[in-house]
């Protein structure tokens, strides 16, 4: 006979193994810098300022969706008849892994190419 203990803990583990993870946790996808070589400084520079602001908008979607996959763990282990009907969220992984891969090409072929950033404008 199983100890309810034991059925608890390892459902939780495995709960916890299926989560979304948080966005500092993703590996870059690699994503060679060659595809930027044809690339002027300034365009790299303007390529830099997008994909930098879509990883920081997808980011906070898939931080969002790894809080609320922690909450639903949480909550299924003390108030699961609550939570029934309740899907998880399915994440932006794929998404973030790509635009960080995309976006340490930019870098690296900024630093290849010896692409300065122009200090902020005052306004």
Same mark, same amino acid.
Request: glycine fraction near 6%; charged fraction near 15%; proline fraction near 8%.
């Given at each position: 006979m199983?100890?309810?203990?034991?059925?608890?803990? @390892?459902?939780l583990a495995t709960a916890l193994a299926a989560c979304t993870p948080?966005? !500092?946790?993703?590996?870059?996808?690699?994503?060679?810098?060659i595809t930027y070589a044809s690339w002027s400084c300034d365009q790299l520079l303007d390529e830099d300022h997008r994909v !930098?602001? !879509?990883?920081?908008?997808?980011?906070?979607i898939q931080r969002d969706?790894?809080?609320?996959?922690?909450a639903m763990v949480v909550g299924s282990v003390? @108030?699961?008849?609550? +939570?029934?009907? +309740?899907t998880a969220t399915t994440g932006h992984r794929d998404e973030v892994?790509? +635009?960080?891969? !995309?976006y340490d090409a930019v870098e690296q072929e900024r630093k290849i190419k010896g692409c300065t950033v122009p200090p902020p404008a005052h306004t």
């Open positions: 199983r100890s309810p203990a034991l059925v608890a803990s @390892l459902s948080h966005p !500092e946790n993703i590996q870059a996808k690699y994503v060679s810098p !930098e602001a !879509e990883v920081t908008r997808v980011s906070g969706n790894a809080n609320a996959d922690t003390f @108030l699961w008849p609550v +939570l029934i009907g +309740l892994a790509r +635009l960080t891969g !995309e």
